[in-house]
């Protein structure tokens, strides 16, 4: 079966600007999570949806935001970028959103901003 | 709140070293427990995870952890590395019930053929 498709893989962005990032779970699944990886800090947890509904938030300024639509594709969007925004960004599937069922990641968009 | 401690950052060892990652969680109830491993250009893969019964888990590539829940640990254990294990491991937590994985800031291993 497809696995986890996020696009695009790399993205450039000037400060300032924003900027959205899309994830297509396998089929199936109805949970979306996303997460931030930077090499300082790790993966660190953005949000999570399930049919469409943010069920948990971490602790991200307002500038990140994020939906689910109907066919549970999600999208994350930054607004106001800064440089400390530049990280690998990945999402993660999976049926239930609780982790008692094996997630899949996708190989992430590469965000630069410069 | 559930946090991860990985330690050694950077580990570095030769073919058929052994390998053993520490990793130690701090959360307050019943947890599910994770290993994760990015090859370099390549997304997460799950290696092994433990929610219940028998503390010692096998996972594939030969890895094995043991979750020892008076140290809050679940360490990642390798008999004999290859070339092809070279990777950043994570180790994650789940609080049962919880939707949201935390995560270790892994460790980069090298092997040196």
């Known amino acids: 079966k497809a696995g986890v498709t996020q696009t695009p893989r790399y993205l450039i962005k000037t400060r300032g600007q924003q900027v959205t990032l899309s994830c297509s779970p396998i089929?199936?699944?109805?949970?979306v999570s996303w997460y931030q990886q930077t090499p300082g800090q790790g993966l660190q947890f953005l949000f999570e949806y399930f049919s469409e509904t943010q069920r948990n938030k971490g602790n991200f300024p307002g500038r990140f935001s994020g939906r689910q639509f109907s066919n549970s594709r999600s999208e994350m969007n930054v607004s106001t970028l800064e440089l400390g925004d530049s990280a690998l960004y990945l999402c993660?599937?999976?049926?239930?959103?609780?982790?008692?069922?094996?997630?899949?990641f996708g190989q992430g968009t590469r965000l630069t901003v410069v | 709140a559930q946090s991860v401690s990985q330690h050694n950052h950077h580990v570095i060892l030769s073919e058929a070293a052994s390998l053993e990652l520490g990793c130690n969680y701090s959360y307050g109830g019943t947890v599910n427990l994770f290993w994760y491993v990015q090859y370099p250009g390549q997304h997460l893969q799950l290696l092994l995870k433990?929610?219940?019964?028998?503390?010692l888990v096998k996972g594939i590539k030969g890895f094995e952890a043991e979750f020892i829940k008076s140290k809050f640990s679940f360490n990642l254990r390798k008999p004999s590395v290859q070339w092809s294990d070279t990777a950043e491991y994570f180790c994650?937590?789940?609080?049962?019930?919880?939707?949201?994985?935390?995560f270790g800031k892994g460790n980069q291993v090298v092997v040196i053929p």
């Open positions: 993660a599937s999976s049926l239930r959103g609780d982790w008692s069922t094996e997630a899949f």
């Open positions: 089929s199936g699944h109805r949970s």
């Open positions: 994650a937590v789940n609080g049962a019930g919880n939707n949201r994985l935390a």
């Open positions: 433990y929610f219940s019964g028998d503390p």
